[in-house]
């Protein structure tokens, strides 16, 4: 889980910012070797930005870095 929580942390950093997008979440978990992209696609498959506003991200230990839409924050989940 360590590895979601070092994400997650980052992630919260920018989701505090006043022009905190998906795209700019996603360039943040790219830059991110722990992230299994494969996995990532595959939970957010569905994924709509107007409805969902953010991905979660599957990382490579099996932690989720998951979005919290009614908190507008980032937690890390064991799978």
Do not use: H, I
């Not at 360039?27 to 990532?40: E, F, I, L, Q, Y």
């Amino acid at each position: 889980m360590t590895q979601a929580q070092t994400l997650v942390k980052t992630l919260n950093a920018l989701a505090k910012g006043p022009q905190f997008t998906y795209s700019k979440a996603r360039a943040a978990a790219r830059k991110d070797g722990n992230v299994d992209w494969s996995k990532t696609k595959a939970r957010n498959d569905d994924f709509n930005p107007e409805v969902d506003g953010c991905e979660s991200f599957v990382m490579l230990d099996g932690s989720v870095a998951e979005w919290l839409s009614g908190s507008f924050t980032y937690a890390a989940r064991e799978r």
